[in-house]
């Protein structure tokens, strides 16, 4: 039987899709990157995905994992040489196992992180991860990118939040690596391999997550700020009054709340005028949120933080959550822009922002630098915006790049702090990364993957 | 010039002992291994330990890495054929930098766990891994053991305290990855892949770790509790309470309290008589201590703990938690005795303990079983004394430890938690993990260390 037409007696059984139903899976989210596909299977088993793959290892046919479609740089989206299969694994949404007493859960690839978050929630503990996509995207993809979001500072990211993984292997073997141990000091940490490879090395099709005690208080403030370096000051004597209860500590410019103003008016802004700067706390704990609250106004009180908002009820804050979680969507209404998902030794934030800006504003007449982030773990969104809103500006992206990543490099700094690497920093990687780092992925990436099956033409 | 005609040209220089004077780093700390080397070497910074392993490389002769030599598995101690150099750390113990804007510090790999502890708090912060070899065992033995000890529960393993490495690499080449950034997904996470490996990957030289916000209140407490399972269950209900103040939650069972009643008389005990089980715990936060004892004691209190002893002071809270760290002591002043350090899914702990005791009692007459840990993480030490208390017991090691191992394994547990494998169970690593997983490991190994000169004869 050839290729396809194994593919085709699996039509049902395996829900393959064929010609323009492929469509959705080809296209990545930021409309950037347009692949085609053989076919896109989307197996509801682990023994589903070893079929697939095996099938796949013995025709040599590429395969690219996707699970919610929600890659920022086309890491789920396959080439457009139309000779690999997307695998989905949007039919593979069990929740296997809620383990109160053990603090984990267990689930298959295809569950949304909103989904893992309600689990959790629902035997009264906690998930931490959350980001923009948190409805849409997938645990498998989740993991394959470590991605971070806005709670990295107090609960890291993927990484830090997986116990153990079930991986199916380039020659279809299975991995079951599934313990939810945490100690485990019984030779290499394998998983550690696959979290964060982008489906270059495995294909993750259930994992063990960390779960956490569930916060009841909540304190939110919108804080005016003098400057990036005020808000490290602020984030650092916030932290030494109480602890690692600041767990959201976000960055957000004046080019921000002007861009929100502006596309989204009947968003309530609190500042009048708006300022440089300004940062959104988030503190939780136990008890009870209008101590919690209080004990926030009056440390920013006390700390002559004269211009804090600091949110009277939960409405008020998801309404501040609002403004920071809307300004992607502003920045897109607005037109194309450049942008960078870089981090930062915390530290270094104020100093990188003063230097990289300068200099951009100096080679770039008319740029508008959008930048916000999550300072508490050093991850800065650093946009930009040029004369040009359409996609023609993209002509100017690798000499902006390469303006701003070699501000990032002096301060030893990451190019790819949470959205990974994909197709769209492939090329810069290998400026980012020295020969050594490159040869020793290189060298895993043969040892895992030798006739390089797994999602071909990103990372390496 | 020969292998030897070079050492000992660089004697002075790269501080090289030979023959007697290579005893004190030939025997490890458990004194079950003693092996021979060649010479010891100990550089002085990270370019002597590149010129020692090009040497080395070139005539084909190994290396065994040693930190303060505290290994509890002979992963330190070369292996006894002589044919091996040691490269001690001893004089590479620079703090490089305390960054407290980005809560870092960088430091040499010979510089010891109390030192980095030392550095943390002189900068208002907290270097929170601890257990009890601090004084003597060194950081880079700690990142290559991915030790653990009694804080895991709330801020994880050496591993999770990991955010940059300097690595030499079996040719001599320097892997510089001494980033200090908490998000970084530009390709694969290399310095997963050193630490926990046992030296048999790479020579860690230096380290950014993670610190954390400086906790000002501690409260301590010692509690029985009727059983295993309602350890549990108030270590959950606790943490409901107070969410991650809870730091440390040890397990202690009466044959512990027993050992030290005997060989630490003096030690404070405050249980008359000494109960079935106990937990000790430890609340730590900004503050006050002595609200944040108040807060246990009326939770103990309230959850009807009637024998609960809650440390007014801190010295008495030092007696406390020398209670627990004098069992190894206690132990080893009464005999030699079989040792595991196992974890298990922490809701498995109590089913554990019931089953393999049972089998245990009635496999070996006169047993008597020492269990501790960190309940907390789900990592028991699980000790075993018979009637023979010399090391002629070793004898009946392998029967014992097929016994624990078979019970571990029907929880998906772990025969190594914190301690790594190193030679004591390499053999048994062999059962423990899948063929596949094993290959795996092996594929790595071949491909990092191709001649195998670091540490063989450890982990695999």
Not at 27 to 46: C, E, F, H, I
Not at 113 to 138: D, H
Not at 187 to 194: A, E, M, S, T, V
Not at 238 to 243: C, F, H, T
Request: proline share 5%.
């Amino acid at each position: 039987m050839t290729f396809l037409e194994q593919l085709n007696e699996w039509r049902t059984s395996h829900s393959i899709l064929f010609g323009a139903d492929t469509a959705p899976y080809c296209l990545d989210q930021r409309r950037r990157y347009q692949g085609r596909a053989l076919a896109v299977a989307r197996p509801n088993s682990t023994e589903q995905v070893q079929q697939l793959v095996r099938l796949c290892a013995e025709h040599q046919i590429a395969i690219v994992p996707q699970g919610g479609n929600t890659s920022l740089c086309g890491a789920a989206t396959p080439l457009n040489d139309g000779q690999s299969i997307v695998i989905s694994f949007e039919r593979m949404t069990q929740i296997v196992q809620v383990d109160a007493d053990n603090n984990t859960i267990t689930v298959q690839a295809g569950v949304t992180l909103a989904q893992v978050q309600q689990a959790a929630l629902a035997a009264k503990r906690l998930f931490p991860a959350n980001w923009a996509a948190a409805q849409s995207c997938q645990i498998g993809g989740a993991l394959a990118t470590n991605a971070g979001g806005v709670n990295v500072l107090r609960y890291g990211n993927m990484r830090e939040l997986t116990l153990g993984l079930e991986v199916v292997l380039a020659d279809g073997e299975l991995w079951e690596g599934l313990r939810g141990l945490r100690k485990d000091n019984t030779g290499y940490d394998l998983k550690q391999l696959f979290v964060g490879s982008e489906g270059t090395l495995g294909l993750i099709t259930q994992a063990v997550l960390r779960l956490y005690p569930l916060p009841t208080a909540h304190a939110t403030a919108l804080v005016a700020v003098e400057s990036p370096a005020a808000a490290v000051d602020l984030l650092r004597g916030l932290q030494a009054e109480v602890g690692d209860r600041v767990t959201s500590f976000e960055l957000i410019s004046a080019p921000c709340l002007d861009l929100l103003h502006q596309h989204f008016p009947r968003l309530p802004q609190p500042f009048q005028p708006i300022p440089a700067w300004c940062v959104l706390i988030e503190l939780s704990d136990g008890g009870d949120s209008a101590l919690l609250t209080d004990r926030l106004a009056e440390y920013l009180y006390a700390h002559g933080c004269m211009e804090a908002y600091v949110a009277q009820s939960p409405t008020e804050a998801a309404d501040f959550w609002r403004l920071r979680e809307s300004i992607p969507e502003a920045q897109r209404i607005d037109g194309v822009s450049i942008k960078h998902d870089i981090s930062l030794p915390i530290g270094a934030v104020p100093d990188f922002l003063q230097k990289c800006d300068t200099e951009m504003l100096s080679s770039f007449a008319g740029a508008r630098i959008v930048a916000f982030g999550h300072l508490g773990d050093g991850n800065l969104h650093y946009n930009l915006f040029l004369a040009d809103k359409t996609a023609g500006v993209y002509a100017l992206e690798p000499a902006v790049n390469d303006l701003v990543y070699r501000h990032v490099a002096a301060y030893n700094g990451s190019i790819s702090a949470e959205h990974g690497i994909g197709q769209l920093k492939r090329a810069t990687l290998q400026d980012a990364r020295s020969d050594l780092e490159l040869h020793m992925m290189r060298q895993i990436k043969a040892t895992l993957d030798p006739l390089g099956l797994f999602n071909p033409g990103k990372v390496l």
